[in-house]
Structures are given as C-alpha cells and as structure tokens.
C-alpha cells in the first residue's frame, strides 16, 4: 500500500475480528513506530505487548468500570446528535471491548521529564510530542498491512495504575493504548468531518 491510501485509509476502528495478528507483523508494526522522529535523539519509548486475555483484562480493569452508566443517554446521542456528539456515542460505549477484543494491545511508554506533566512552555512538552509520532507511525504501518487500530487515552491517573500493574519503571509515562486487529467486517463508522487544504492554507500571513 502506498502511503498516501495509507494516510487516507486510516480510521479509528473499535470492532475487531476475532484473529490474531501475526508476530512477525506486530514486530515490523512496532519497527515502524521506532522510525519517528525524536526530541532528543535516544527513542526513549518502550512498548508493553498485551495478547493473553488475563494479562489484557488485568491493565483494562479501570475502563470497564467507568462506562456503562451513561449507556441510554449515549444511545440518544446517536441518533439525535452533531458528528461530534455521535462519535462520542458510538466511542464510549466500546472503550473496553475495542481493547479487549483486539488481537493485541499495545502500550506505548514514554521516558518523561518533570517538565512534561508542568509545562511552561512548548518544547516542555517534546518527550509526549515524540511518542505521538511513534503512534502515528503505528497507525499508518498497521493500516499498510491491512489492520487498524483503536486508541484511548488513560483519564485521571489510570495510565499511572496501569503502568505499575505491567511493572513500568516511575518515570515512563502512558500516552494511550492502542488496540491492534482486523477490522471486523460490520464495524461501526463514525461521520467524518472533512476538510480542504486550500480552506486551511493561509499563504504568507494568516
Ligand atoms: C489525542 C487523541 C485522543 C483520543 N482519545 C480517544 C479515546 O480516549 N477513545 C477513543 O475511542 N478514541 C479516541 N481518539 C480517536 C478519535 O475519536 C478519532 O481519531 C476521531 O474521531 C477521528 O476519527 P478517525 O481516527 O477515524 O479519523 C483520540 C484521538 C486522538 C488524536
């Protein structure tokens, strides 16, 4: 696949078929994410690989608790909603399921700074910058080899739990998870808003 149909092709995917992705595929995925660029020039980022159903439920414990009371207002957003409202309907509801029923969850940790979580300013914040490129990267690479991928972003201090129930060493830092599969074949869909370039492009001053 060539990289723009994988640029294009890329979605969020939160169904995923019951098939496990092979190894060989999962290490050239995470060989891509290891090609990002890099604040610091080190590519401090290690990757936690999540298959056996134990191990996965032992990190996802936290998301299961935190979604089904909201269930019957989100089923109501889904009809009655904007794009935006609708994704949040159609996402809430899976947070769990889209991991743990992926072949795979992969963790992406960081090497933090005390800068990270109190910037004061922009490059404060390269250690979290470089790892979202690394997650890119996977995205891209996974949609290339006919897989997707879904994502969450631990809330409050899940990620520092989960970090210590995979024996992450204190100063790396959990920016999502990622859930590696095959798409199933009814997969839901979230609306795309779409843009165009020439819409956004502001040539020589804003
Ligand atoms: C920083 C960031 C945080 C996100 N957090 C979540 C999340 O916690 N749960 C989830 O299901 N999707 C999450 N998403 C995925 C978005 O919902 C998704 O990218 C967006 O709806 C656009 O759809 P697409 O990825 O299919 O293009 C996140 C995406 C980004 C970039």
Redesign the pocket.
């Known amino acids: 696949m060539d990289l723009y149909e994988a640029i294009y092709n890329?979605?969020?995917v939160?169904d995923f078929q019951d098939k496990i992705v092979p190894d060989e595929v999962l290490t050239r995925i995470i060989n891509a994410g290891l090609q990002a660029p890099t604040h610091d020039h080190l590519r401090n980022w290690e990757f936690v690989i999540l298959k056996d159903k134990e191990d996965k439920e032992r990190a996802l414990q936290f998301i299961r608790l935190g979604v089904e009371p909201t269930l019957e207002i989100l089923k109501k957003v889904l009809v009655e909603g904007t794009p935006q409202q609708k994704?949040y309907a159609l996402?809430m509801p899976?947070?769990y399921s889209?991991l743990m029923n992926a072949s795979h969850v992969i963790l992406p940790f960081f090497k933090s700074n005390s800068g990270v979580l109190k910037p004061s300013c922009v490059s404060s914040l390269n250690p979290i910058s470089s790892i979202w490129c690394v997650i890119e990267n996977i995205f891209l690479a996974a949609t290339a080899e006919g897989l997707a991928c879904?994502?969450?972003?631990p809330v409050g201090i899940e990620g520092e739990k989960v970090a210590d129930i995979v024996g992450a060493p204190d100063n790396y830092l959990l920016p999502?998870y990622i859930g590696l599969g095959y798409p199933a074949e009814n997969k839901s869909e979230?609306e795309?808003i779409q843009y165009k370039a020439e819409d956004k492009m502001h040539i020589g001053k804003w």
Do not use: D, F, G
């Not at 879904?150 to 972003?153: A, F």
């Open positions: 890329r979605r969020t939160r994704m996402a899976r947070q889209m879904s994502m969450r972003i999502c979230a795309q």
